[in-house]
């Protein structure tokens, strides 16, 4: 069996850890992303479609992310491949709806306010809520911002990784002639 040298990232770490973090970080990250937007569906009232669409993106991370976890601890070049193709899919789509998300955030910004306020009429408490939208929609904006990039490093280990599972099955088949002729000088 050939030499294959192992790929890094963070420039020590061997991307097969890098899979199985990042597999298990999709599972954690995606389960909890779901329970919550689920919790917060309920409690929604209005437009539930962008929430919706979150909860099933990050719902199909969490299961397809058994694929990498499963590829990372057999090495097994087939799942990493297919776990690289779903997740660079589930980004685009992830962008997309997280897009969509912030545009109704920032359209439907009274509308969260209003609910706030309720019954009220005190300007304490309008000042409050104001405040309060304004910060949940940097928290929100900050938020999608960092899963990106995540996902987007992610990306780049699984694509790494599975460059370097090929590189491996090449190397098996490499034969070695070690009886060939030497020069007549």
Do not use: H
Not at 119 to 125: M, T, V, Y
């Amino acid at each position: 069996m050939a030499y294959v040298r192992s790929r890094k990232f963070c420039c020590c770490l061997p991307v097969r850890f890098g899979v199985f973090v990042i597999a298990i970080l999709g599972m954690a990250g995606g389960g909890v992303i779901t329970v919550a937007g689920i919790m917060q569906a309920t409690k929604t009232s209005g437009n539930k479609l962008a929430l919706i669409i979150q909860i099933i993106i990050y719902g199909l991370l969490a299961l397809l992310s058994i694929f990498g976890l499963i590829g990372a601890i057999g090495k097994i070049r087939g799942f990493i491949s297919a776990y690289f193709t779903m997740l660079t899919a589930l980004l685009a789509f992830s962008i997309c709806s997280g897009a969509y998300s912030l545009y109704r955030l920032f359209n439907d910004k009274q509308g969260a306010i209003d609910d706030c306020i309720g019954d009220s009429d005190s300007k304490l408490q309008k000042t409050a809520c104001e405040k309060g939208a304004g910060l949940m929609r940097g928290i929100m904006v900050g938020l999608f911002i960092v899963v990106w990039l995540i996902q987007i490093w992610g990306c780049f280990i699984v694509n790494s990784y599975s460059k370097q599972l090929w590189e491996e099955e090449d190397a098996n088949y490499v034969r070695k002639d070690t009886e060939a002729r030497r020069p007549q000088w």
